[in-house]
Nanobody
Framework: QVQLVESGGGLVQAGGSLRLSCAASGSIFGINTMGWYRQAPEKQRELVAVMTRGGNSNYADSVKGRFTISSNNVKNTVYLQMNSLKPEDTAVYYC????????????WGQGTQVTVSS
């Protein structure tokens, strides 16, 4: 059974940086996209950044220029480098893999808390 294991969250002051990692445990084939979402208290989950297996990436406007998504396709790992963090970036961050085979399967990480203090 495939699981996504996240790490790297924590508490940081505004202007600081954090790097999130998400690794798939177990064999996983047919990954189409890898991405990061976040959910702040009393808000809906929103897309932060996503990248295709080929390396194309897209970002939410609120994080463009500050966050960078990258991956290690051999290790089936995706990263999110977060710089110039702001209090409004505070949320639980979830990684997501979309797998395309004969069906579409979404895998989610357990979530990691990122708290940015002012």
């Amino acid at each position: 059974q495939v699981q996504l294991v996240e790490s790297g969250g924590g508490l940081v002051q505004a202007g600081g940086s954090l790097r999130l990692s998400c690794a798939a445990s177990g064999s996983i084939f047919g990954i189409n996209t890898m991405g990061w979402y976040r959910q702040a208290p009393e808000k809906q989950r929103e897309l932060v950044a996503v990248m295709t297996r080929g390396g194309n990436s897209n970002y939410a406007d609120s994080v463009k220029g500050r966050f960078t998504i990258s991956s290690n396709n051999v290790k089936n790992t995706v990263y999110l480098q977060m710089n110039s963090l702001k209090p409004e970036d505070t949320a639980v961050y979830y990684c997501n893999f979309v797998v395309l085979t004969t069906t579409v399967t979404n895998y989610w990480g357990q979530g990691t808390q990122v708290t940015v203090s002012s």
